[in-house]
């Protein structure tokens, strides 16, 4: 071989193992400008109460506690510190992590970490030297055609931790000072936890370090670690076989709160992951273990799920808390570990704790089975239930009204809720009344719902296809303290077919139980009873909202925080509904007085905390300085509404109210805005501007300024000389509504049975196929369109 050849080989060997460094560094650099105003965030951000922890003995029983975890181990498994070729470390999902666990380290908590990785850092590094080294020695002492054949020899794992533990180490401390966070380094066998003065040694060290707020970073001494043999726990001790149990020997002695396994799959299946039927354990109990089918190990480690899930149970019975998730996912792998501790629904959590009820994925699929039921009953019989639902809500007023006095007590000795969802909270006989009339309503039209036909088109002779209506699904409706929410919902699900799960508020926790137990009653008289469920267990309804594959539709009843909160969430489920409800009167310069004040007084006086109230009158410019105006501020300041002026109503007076902060606001209460147009015309841009498309109204005796208002605007609800308050499922005649809706697909305006549905198309051939339509085909397309009502060919022949 010649020099120049050697030479040029050996520059590319060195680019090999410069780039790597190089990769190295530019991770760092990003990693301390990303970080720097993060950590400036946690600086300036308003300090907390330090979680408490708890008597250590028990563990967490529900995920909503593990908020309150003090003492956190987190152990990285192989898969998730290295890469994919499995020879050098995933720098920016182990940055990732860094980050969430200095975090949670400056929120006062206790972190360590039990991480792998020295063997596949070690293992790149030797892999460099040995290629280098092979390269100078080829070069000297062989010919230029055996360089070709130049291959790596298998790298002892030993030798690999010995050589990757350092760097390892470093690059630990490197991303962790971005964050003002210092970490320390220990290495531990076997025999430091078998051995009564080397783990109380490493129990003092650990303690000391932790309180020096320094993060321990923790790994087994690979590089004169023995082979691990099986089957060697003894006496309730578990052995050091891998991470795994290592991490969970070290939670338990010391004590830590909780132990976040992290690898790379979701959590615990109850078969292998990948198979047909398999399906995610949300919680996992001790006594569940006989119904796992556990599957290979992890593509790297020496652990797999088997081990995982013994560490773990191992580690919750000395009374720390687990969850194993996925920390390899690059969509979840930036909030993975903040997200579990607090208490979201994030891959398996271990509980000693069974609850007495069924999870919602269980209610989720005994609601699917009993709705599809509910489906294939006959309309008469959809009818019934809900009739029956009706008397019921009569019969049993007083159970209801003495359940709904306990929530009344309850939520006004707390103070925590303002009148407007107090009145919503209040059932009275008037209103129980009111909910049977409009069940009623819903009965009658339960009768031409499912399966109903829109349309009929004859593709061919004897080829006949149909469009049919037919139930969505599974239906999550999310509502706060409005307990009347529910018989309605419930009664409209019913008379579309939909299984039903119901989300309600706690203030309303009595009120919604008894109502319940009414609706599972009349679901009874058919065997349908358990197709709509009442979720009363922890879950948060963004966990709830996480349910894409179980959920078909989110209906959400309340405030417009609670529905920007649900719409954000569910991003896999559609969302049913409406943000905001800033609805809008213009009086126009020919309106009548007397129904401009019926009018504007009934839109904002009649229920200020309704999404149907008026928050913004519009005033034409001419009726400025007029009796009728005088009239107008005259009825809302009687009626005690507090005034806010828009920009150019201010300007027009001397002494004008308080300037409104913001022309897009939804009052709630005895408040509104008012603003000066010059015309019907900027009205309307005036409400596309500042509106929630959901209901507007024009006050006019011109005809055709009113249809101009009514053609031009586009929102869910547009009313001429009538009160914003109409814009309801009830007073529309639909019986009730499940909400209302500004989405511009599927159902706007007030949704009540016919936004419950979709379709399915179905056709009836006779051996049919394609080919027969083809250029040599037989058959020919006819696509007649038949009347709705006429009968198919087949059902002709039969009569």
């Not at 539709?553 to 609670?562: A, F, V």
Request: a negative charge; glycine letters at 8%.
């Amino acid at each position: 071989m010649d020099i120049v050849s050697f030479k040029l080989l050996l520059r590319d060997l060195l680019t090999l193992e410069r780039r790597e460094d190089i990769k190295l560094t530019m991770m760092l650099q990003r990693l301390a400008f990303g970080s720097r105003r993060h950590v400036r965030d946690l600086l300036i951000r308003p300090l907390t109460q330090a979680p408490h922890g708890r008597v250590h003995g028990s563990s967490f029983a529900h995920r909503g506690e593990l908020r309150h975890a003090k003492r956190i181990v987190v152990k990285l498994g192989s898969a998730v510190v290295t890469r994919g070729d499995e020879c050098g470390l995933a720098l920016g999902r182990l940055a990732s992590i860094v980050e969430q666990v200095a975090m949670l380290q400056n929120q006062g908590r206790e972190m360590m970490i039990v991480t792998s990785g020295a063997v596949a850092f070690g293992k790149q590094r030797l892999r460099h030297e040995i290629l280098l080294s092979q390269s100078v020695r080829q070069a000297l002492h062989s010919g230029h055609n055996q360089l070709k054949d130049m291959s790596l020899p298998v790298l002892e794992a030993r030798a690999c931790a010995a050589a990757g533990q350092s760097g390892l180490m470093a690059l630990y401390e490197a991303m962790f000072t971005q964050y003002s966070t210092c970490t320390a380094q220990v290495l531990v066998t076997n025999l430091d936890f078998h051995d009564d003065q080397k783990r109380q040694n490493l129990n003092s060290t650990l303690q000391e370090l932790l309180r020096m707020n320094i993060v321990p970073i923790i790994n087994t001494n690979d590089a004169v670690v023995p082979p691990p043999e099986p089957n060697s726990d003894l006496q309730g001790v578990i052995s050091i076989k891998d991470n795994d149990s290592l991490a969970a020997r070290l939670a338990v002695e010391m004590k830590a709160d909780l132990l976040i396994a992290l690898s790379d799959v979701e959590g615990l299946y109850d078969s292998p992951p990948g198979t047909d039927d398999a399906k995610l354990i949300d919680i996992f109990y001790p006594g569940d273990q006989q119904s796992i089918t556990y599957g290979t190990k992890s593509r790297v480690g020496i652990g797999g799920m088997e081990a995982k899930v013994k560490a773990a149970l191992w580690a919750l019975q000395g009374g720390t808390s687990v969850v194993i998730a996925n920390g390899t996912h690059p969509k979840v792998t930036g909030h993975v570990i903040t997200d579990i501790v607090e208490g979201k629904k994030v891959g398996t959590f271990f509980s000693e704790i069974k609850p007495a009820g069924p999870t919602v994925e269980q209610q989720t699929e005994v609601a699917r089975s009993s709705g599809r039921t509910l489906a294939s009953l006959h309309p008469d019989q959809r009818s019934e239930i809900i009739c029956h639902l009706a008397e019921l809500l009569t019969e049993r007023k007083e159970a209801i009204l003495a359940a709904n006095k306990k929530d009344m007590d309850l939520a006004v000795n707390a103070g925590h809720l303002p009148p407007a969802m107090l009145t919503r909270l209040s059932l009275s006989p008037v209103k129980l009344n009111s909910l049977a009339i409009g069940l009623r309503q819903i009965a009658v039209a339960a009768q031409d719902s499912v399966g109903r036909v829109l349309r009929r088109t004859r593709v061919a002779h004897t080829l006949e296809l149909e469009q049919i209506t037919v139930p969505i699904g599974v239906l999550l409706v999310i509502f706060e303290a409005r307990p009347d929410c529910l018989p309605q919902v419930s009664a409209l699900a019913i008379a579309s077919g939909n299984a039903l799960l119901l989300k309600g508020g706690k203030e309303a926790a009595n009120t919604n139980s008894v109502l319940h137990q009414l609706t599972q009653e009349a679901l009874s008289m058919h065997g349908v009873r358990e197709a709509v469920q009442l979720v009363n267990t922890r879950e948060e309804v963004e966990d709830l909202c996480r349910l894409d594959n179980m959920i078909d539709l989110i209906i959400p009843r309340g405030s417009s925080q609670l529905v920007k909160d649900i719409q954000r969430a569910a991003k896999g489920i559609p969302v049913l509904g409406h943000s905001e409800g800033i609805c809008h009167v213009y009086v126009d310069a020919d309106a009548s007085v007397d129904k401009v004040i019926k009018i504007v007084r009934d839109s904002k006086c009649d229920y200020p905390a309704a999404c149907n109230a008026m928050e913004t009158l519009l005033i034409h410019r001419d009726i400025l300085r007029t009796p009728l105006f005088d009239q107008i501020i005259d009825m809302l300041r009687n009626e005690r509404v507090k005034i806010h002026a828009g920009p150019r109503f201010s300007s027009y007076l001397t002494f004008s109210p308080l300037e409104a902060n913001s022309l897009r606001t939804e009052y709630g209460d005895l408040e509104c805005c008012i603003e000066v147009v010059d015309s019907m015309h900027d009205a309307v841009d005036h409400i596309h501007k500042y509106g929630s498309s959901h209901t507007d109204v024009i006050i006019t005796e011109n005809e055709e300024t009113a249809e101009q208002f009514l053609q031009q605007l586009d929102s869910a609800c547009v009313f001429w000389n009538a009160s914003s308050r109409f814009a309801d499922g009830y007073r529309f005649g639909l019986g009730a509504e499940v909400g209302i809706s500004t989405a511009r697909i599927h159902a706007r305006g007030p949704v009540g049975l016919e936004g419950l549905l979709t379709t399915k198309w179905v056709l009836r051939g006779d051996g049919h196929t394609t080919a027969d339509f083809s250029e040599h085909g037989t058959m020919k397309y006819l696509h007649e369109n038949l009347p709705v009502g006429q009968p198919l060919a087949g059902q002709r022949d039969s009569n």
